[in-house]
Structure formats: C-alpha cells, structure tokens
C-alpha cells in the first residue's frame, strides 16, 4: 500500500488509514478483529477520539493494538470543551490511559471551541515536550482558522487537518486541500463513504464506479477511496466494523486510477459551489 509523508512529521503513512466510531449497535469482538485485520493488510494509521463513546473507542483501539504498538501511527482527539490550557494535557492522559500506550503520534482538536488557540496549542507543545505526543493537529479546520493557529504556532504547523470528504462532499477541495498542500499540511478524510447507502442506487455516478471498479477488479466503495487520496498530502480513514469490510478498505490501497477514471469520477460526482462554511460532522 502507498505511503507518503505525513505533513511535517517525517512519518511515512499509509494513504488507507482506519477510523473509528462506537455504536452500540457494534459487535466489540468484531471491530477488534477488523482493526487487526487492517493492520495485517497494511492500514497502519487508526485514529479514534475520547469523543467516541465516551472513550469506549479508544478503549476498543486498545485491545487491537496491544502488543503492537510499535506498528501503529495513532491518533486521537480532544474535544474543545475540554481543550484549555491545562485540561488538554489532562484529557490527553485519559485517553492514552484508555488505549494502554505511553505515546500517541498525532493529537488533533476535534473542532474549535470556546478555549483561545493559544491555550490549546500550549498544551499541544509542553505534551510534545513530555514525549506523551509526537506531533499534534486539527480537525474541521477552514482555510481561515488554519491561517489563525498558523499565526499562533510560527513555522510548527499543525502535522494534519481532518476534514469531511467524500465524493458528495467536496467542499474542501476549494481552499482547504489547496492550502495544506502549500503549507505542507496532511489532509485525512473522514467519512471517505458517506451516511447511507453509497453510492446512490441507480444514480450515474454508481454506474461510473461500477464501470471503472470492473476494469480495476476492485469494488465501487474502493474506487471512491482511491479517488480520494489522488493527489499528494492526501489521506483517508474509512471505518470497519467487520474484519471482511477491513479488507475491503485496505484493497483500496492495491491499485490507482488513470488520469481518464479520475475524470470521469470528477465529472459523475461535480465538486459544486464553495459553501459559506465547512461542513462538518
């Protein structure tokens, strides 16, 4: 599977990463099993917050990587409620208590909150400096928040921005992506499938991903992912609940789309008007 640099890190990272939700509705033993198949097929970067499930995700992201730490590039985030000066670092501990490791190697604000920026990034650095996190970033971040912490944090820019990006949701390919990747800032999709069913049944665009999944002896849900991490700085995080849904997302990594299937995506799923404001979820 691909890997690039992630963002300032020096990190080289996955481009199919595995994200991470709780649903009560879940089987833990299954989500577990799917996480270790997904680091078995190469998906190294799992990322989860204390948000999920109150921390039931990180604590699930636990058992998966135990005895495996060392495989993994591991993210999690603090909620911006809790992402003042001192309460970062102390939400930080939480969680890394909750995934039964010493370290996570990003650690991002969930979205921006009442706390200044100046605070948050305050905690982000004395936990760098405390070795508790290797690098640090943010979530849900616009062109003009990016450029509000770039101000705060000088030449240590954030490592990454998660945003919202599927193909029906192309929002951030507008400024966002264009000014991570000036700036050298990695750009992780979440939610690379949607809600619902996907793609739309009977729309043209299933019929485009069905067309070219046949050609690439891949699925249509593969091909919307591969379509996602088509330029440089660019990464995704699907998740599985299943180990058999895992390997589907980590054969996304086998193969890449021609310059012809990237515009035929691009064309079946337009990118439309910039919104006002991100979206988010």
């Not at 891949?218 to 599985?240: H, W, Y």
């Not at 995506?265 to 910039?274: Q, S, V």
């Amino acid at each position: 599977m691909e890997q690039r640099y992630f963002g300032s890190t020096q990190r080289q990272v996955t481009v199919i990463g595995q994200g991470t939700w709780y649903d009560e509705n879940d089987d833990p033993a299954s989500a577990v099993a799917a996480l270790r198949l997904g680091l078995d097929r190469g998906m190294k970067h799992i990322d989860t917050a204390e948000m999920y499930g109150s921390g039931a995700a990180e604590k699930l992201v636990g058992q998966a990587i135990a005895g495996r730490r060392d495989e993994v590039f591991l993210v999690s985030k603090v909620l911006p409620q809790n992402a003042g000066r001192r309460t970062t670092i102390k939400a930080c501990e939480r969680s890394l208590l909750r995934l039964k490791t010493n370290r996570l190697d990003c650690y991002l604000l969930h979205w921006r909150g009442r706390h200044p920026l100046e605070e948050t990034v305050a905690a982000f650095e004395q936990l760098r400096e405390e070795g508790k996190i290797l690098s640090w970033g943010v979530s849900n971040f616009d062109v003009e928040d990016l450029e509000e912490i770039a101000g705060i944090a000088g030449e240590d820019l954030p490592a990454c921005n998660q945003v919202l990006y599927h193909l029906q949701e192309r929002a951030v390919e507008h400024a966002v992506i264009p000014w991570c990747q000036k700036h050298k800032v990695a750009v992780v999709g979440y939610s690379p499938l949607g809600h619902g069913a996907f793609p739309a049944p009977h729309s043209p665009g299933e019929r485009v991903l069905h067309e070219i999944a046949e050609l690439q002896h891949a699925t249509p849900r593969q091909v919307a992912l591969q379509f996602l991490v088509r330029s440089p700085g660019l990464f995704t995080i699907p998740k599985a609940s299943t180990p058999e849904h895992a390997a589907e997302n980590a054969g996304a990594g086998d193969f890449q789309l021609s310059t012809a299937d990237i515009a035929r995506i691009d064309k079946a799923f337009p990118l439309g008007p910039r919104p006002d404001r991100l979206p988010m979820l």
